[in-house]
Structure formats: structure tokens, C-alpha cells
């Protein structure tokens, strides 16, 4: 069975700062990839997603992800990070037609 | 386009109560999904329909959870009777089609509260 481990349970970023969430999965084939914001009291929002093909991937709000086979990770990245961006951000895992999510990380922008 | 829209957003009840939570998906979208998401924790699919039809109910608590899917379109998830441990956020979420392509949209969930 497909698992999600994110290290990090919480992460604090200066603003202006650059930012890495680590993202690690278990999945015996080529698995499909996921990153999802979710801000309070919201549902979450997908920022992006791999397939195949090339291994950065870029999503919306400035962020990408680089997904490593040889690691099994799929860290997600953003060079300069904005107060706006503090929420819990999701990896998640599709394989079998079921989405499987790690714990989450709750990043906290500092000004 | 209108998204995901569930109701009610917060409910508070008491052990051995039960409990309906509604969805509506974006509309046109075949596929509806249930999840379960403890605090602290991530997403955990309950069920899903593709249309009126349960693809996938392996994770759901099937003592006393259940769910439906009447004519397609809009969706309820009952618990009956509630534990402490139900308390959580019920998402609701939608794609077009079934299948590992597809994007998922998420409603902003019901917040259970069982005291």
C-alpha cells in the first residue's frame, strides 16, 4: 500500500525567505504526486501535480516541486516566501484511484 | 463556476447523537468523494461515487457511518451514533471523471465536534 510521510510537522520562514517542505512516498510503481494548500477554515486547493515527463514541476502562486525516483520524494519549493502563503500544505499519493495524504506541514511566515 | 459547496460548516452534538452532513458538487462532475480529516492529520478517503454508484467504501466505518448518492448529484454522509472519535472535518471533494488524472476539487468541509 501507498504511505506519505512529512517530516517537518511545523515550519517557520522569515518572510522574503526561501522555503523547501519536505515530501517523502512509498508506492511500489510510478506513483502520481500532489501538493495541496489548505488555508484556515478552508478546503484545499491543489498547487500542483506530477505525472511523468519532466521531474520540476511548477504550480500556481509561485511554487514548484522536484520529484526525485531515486529519493521517493517530491519536496515542494519557493524562493521568496510571502506572509500570504501560512497554511498547512499537503503531499499527497494517487495510485490505485485513491488519493493517500501525508500528516501535513503548517508553515508560519514571519515578518 | 460555483465550486464544492457542503453544509453545515460546524456541528456540535453529543456522543450517540447522530448526524447528516450535505454536499453539492461542482456541477458536471461524475465523481464525488468523502474524506475524514482528524486534526493534526491529513485527508482520509471515507467513499466514492462515480455518479450514483459506490466505487470505493473500504475505509468507511460501515457500523455507523453511511453515505448516498441518490440521483448523482448531491451527496449525504450520515453517522448514527456518534463517538468522541468522530470528531473531525468531513471534506468533500469532486473531479470530472474517476481516475489518477483527474483533478480533485475540495469543499470547504464540516467541522464535527463530539463532546
Known amino acids: 500500500a501507498q504511505s506519505v510521510t512529512q517530516p517537518d510537522i511545523h515550519i517557520t520562514v522569515s518572510e522574503g525567505a526561501s522555503l523547501e517542505l519536505r515530501c517523502n512516498y512509498s508506492?511500489?510503481?510510478?506513483?502520481?504526486l500532489f501538493w495541496y494548500v489548505q488555508s484556515p477554515g478552508q478546503g484545499l486547493q491543489l498547487l500542483l501535480k506530477?505525472?511523468?515527463?519532466?521531474?520540476l514541476v511548477q504550480g500556481i502562486k509561485g511554487f514548484e516541486a522536484e520529484f526525485k525516483r531515486s529519493q521517493s520524494s517530491f519536496n515542494l519549493r519557493k524562493p521568496s516566501v510571502h506572509w500570504s502563503d501560512a497554511a498547512e500544505y499537503f503531499c499527497?499519493?494517487?495510485?490505485?484511484?485513491?488519493?493517500?495524504f501525508g500528516g501535513g506541514t503548517r508553515l508560519m511566515v514571519k515578518p | 463556476e460555483a465550486g464544492v459547496a457542503q453544509s453545515p460548516r460546524y456541528k456540535i452534538i453529543e456522543k450517540r447523537q447522530s448526524v447528516a452532513f450535505w454536499c453539492n458538487p461542482i456541477?458536471?462532475?461524475?465523481?464525488l468523494y468523502w474524506y475524514q480529516q482528524i486534526l493534526g492529520q491529513g485527508p482520509k478517503l471515507l467513499i466514492q461515487?462515480?455518479?450514483?454508484?459506490?466505487?470505493?467504501d473500504s475505509q468507511l466505518p460501515k457500523d455507523r457511518f453511511s453515505a448516498e448518492r441518490l440521483k448523482g448529484v448531491d451527496s449525504t454522509l450520515k453517522i448514527q451514533p456518534a463517538k468522541l472519535e468522530d470528531s473531525a472535518v468531513y471534506l468533500c471533494?469532486?473531479?470530472?471523471?474517476?481516475?489518477?488524472?483527474?483533478?480533485?476539487?475540495f469543499g470547504p468541509g464540516t467541522r464535527l465536534t463530539v463532546l
Open positions: 506530477y505525472f511523468s515527463g519532466d521531474t
Open positions: 499527497a499519493v494517487n495510485a490505485g484511484n485513491m488519493l493517500t
Open positions: 461515487f462515480q455518479n450514483n454508484g459506490v466505487v470505493d
Open positions: 508506492y511500489g510503481a510510478t506513483p502520481y
Open positions: 471533494a469532486s473531479s470530472q471523471h474517476a481516475g489518477l488524472y483527474n483533478e480533485q476539487f
Open positions: 456541477s458536471g462532475h461524475a465523481t
